[in-house]
T-cell receptor, first 113, second 116 residues
Framework: GDSVTQMEGPVTLSEEAFLTINCTYT??????LFWYVQYPGEGLQLLLKATKADDKGSNKGFEATYRKETTSFHLEKGSVQVSDSAVYFC????????????WGAGTKLIIKP | NAGVMQNPRHLVRRRGQEARLRCSPM?????VYWYRQLPEEGLKFMVY????????ESGMPKERFSAEFPKEGPSILRIQQVVRGDSAAYFCASSPIQGSGANVLTFGAGSRLTVL
């Protein structure tokens, strides 16, 4: 069945470092891909999405490109801030039941000043 | 404009007790979805409800688990006779539109259940 694999955390970086959080997927058909973020004590928030191959989603300085050839949707940011510390989830959906998202396990990101 | 409110945020139960988790959807949202995140795993869909109706419960365990969304009040996820394997984070989401795509779901902060 469909699945999402994310790099394990925690990922610890210094402020202004370059960030990559890897996400690869297995799916039949043509899923949409998502990154969600959960800041401490808050709900999951949609960070960005891409609905077809080669689409690039972007928001708040984060970017991810839907790569069909490598079945990947890696999250990147050029210069992280302490406020980016959170748990990041990669997810995919497809078909009629889009609420039945397939989720990665989440990657905890810690940014040190 | 409050978002999706879940309570309690943390719940500790002993084996065999009952756990009740509540979810108040965002104002104006009439569709509620429950997900479970077991340790070291991604979220898994459990159930989708509208007011007084269960639309899709394909992700619910067959025994001990039930969910409701009454005409008045929050949605409730009920787990009877809890076991250690029920320890997880339970997330609720709501949407204004039936069968919504992921980009219009609003999530709560989750309820963490620990079974001793």
């Amino acid at each position: 069945g469909d699945s999402v694999t994310q790099m394990e955390g925690p990922v610890t970086l210094s402020e202004e470092a370059f960030l990559t959080i890897n996400c690869t997927y297995t799916a039949t058909g043509y899923p949409s891909l998502f990154w969600y973020v959960q800041y401490p004590g808050e709900g999951l928030q949609l960070l960005l999405k891409a609905t077809k191959a080669d689409d690039k989603g972007s928001n708040k300085g984060f970017e991810a490109t839907y790569r069909k050839e490598t079945t990947s949707f890696h999250l990147e940011k050029g210069s992280v801030q302490v406020s980016d510390s959170a748990v990041y989830f990669c997810a995919l959906s497809g078909g009629d039941s889009n609420y039945q998202l397939i989720w990665g396990a989440g990657t905890k990101l810690i940014i040190k000043p | 404009n409050a978002g999706v409110m879940q309570n309690p945020r943390h719940l500790v139960r002993r084996r065999g007790q009952e756990a009740r988790l509540r979810c108040s959807p965002m104002k104006g949202h009439s569709h509620v979805y429950w997900y479970r995140q077991l340790p070291e795993e991604g979220l898994k869909f459990m159930v989708y409800l509208q007011k007084e109706n269960i639309i899709d419960e394909s992700g619910m365990p067959k025994e001990r688990f039930s969910a409701e969304f009454p005409k008045e009040g929050p949605s409730i996820l009920r787990i009877q006779q809890v076991v250690r394997g029920d320890s997880a984070a339970y997330f609720c989401a709501s949407s204004p539109i039936q069968g919504s795509g992921a980009n219009v779901l609003t999530f709560g902060a989750g309820s963490r259940l620990t079974v001793l």
